[in-house]
């Protein structure tokens, strides 16, 4: 079974901190996502990497980076958190577009 | 421009009736369209792929009609554990961000 992980499923920040959001997979994926789901507009694709160091932008890349230095491990970083970064933060990992298998979520809070 | 519409639901169904979604999506040049299945508070799973001709498993039929650009789900025997949000995706082609996702339509079953 392809497992995907997140290092928190619940994460409480202030405004202005820096932010990591960790996620592993274990199928040798090449592609891995990150996205953002908020109540009424659905799954968003903030970024995603098909390669190791490799990352292209998705619809809502303002206010995040990414890291991909090894082949399994994806970092979202949100580099100074703001209020309207609360939200539930999806990783998923794909061998190609037939499936995504996505990890259990991280909700964070930015108060 | 990629869009996939879906019914805004919800959809408050008894035990055993026939429940369909429809959904529609913009871009002509999408190649593959899935259903995906996310439970409340849980992480989203693919339910099945949409082909052509259209395809059954079990209780599940989904539909795909290019010419009017939708697809549908059609639930017959509606079980209690069906109760979830489905949302409809649409591949366009070449990125892996090409991945397109509905916002969902919230489906309850009641006994």
């Known amino acids: 079974d392809v497992k995907v992980t997140q290092s928190s499923r619940y994460l409480v920040k202030r405004t202005g901190e820096k932010v990591f959001l960790e996620c592993v997979q274990d199928?040798?994926?090449?592609?891995m996502f990150w996205y953002r789901q908020d109540p009424g507009l659905g799954l968003r694709l903030i970024y995603f990497?098909?390669?190791?160091?490799?990352?292209e932008k998705g619809d809502i890349p303002e206010g995040y980076s990414v890291s991909r230095e090894k082949k399994e491990r994806f970092s979202l970083i949100l580099e100074s958190a703001s209020t309207n970064q609360t939200s539930m933060y999806l990783c998923?990992?794909?061998?190609?577009?037939?499936?995504?298998?996505f990890g259990p979520g991280t909700r964070l809070t930015v108060l | 421009r990629k869009e996939v519409e879906q019914d805004p639901g919800p959809f408050n169904v008894p035990e055993g009736a026939t429940v369909a979604f429809n959904c529609t999506y913009s871009?002509?040049?999408?190649?593959?369209f899935f259903w995906y299945r996310q439970d409340c508070r849980k992480e989203p799973k693919l339910l099945m792929s949409?082909?052509?001709s259209g395809n059954e498993d079990g209780r599940f039929t989904a539909q795909l009609n290019r010419a009017s650009q939708y697809i549908s789900l059609l639930i017959r025997d509606s079980k209690l554990s069906d109760s979830a949000t489905y949302l409809c995706?649409?591949?366009?082609?070449?990125?892996?961000?090409?991945?397109?996702f509905g916002k969902g339509t919230k489906l309850s079953v009641k006994p």
């Open positions: 998923a990992s794909s061998l190609n577009y037939n499936e995504q298998f």
């Open positions: 199928m040798d994926h090449e592609n």
């Open positions: 990497s098909y390669d190791v160091k490799m990352k």
């Open positions: 871009n002509s040049a999408s190649q593959s």
């Open positions: 949409v082909y052509s």
């Open positions: 995706v649409a591949y366009y082609g070449g990125s892996q961000g090409n991945l397109i």
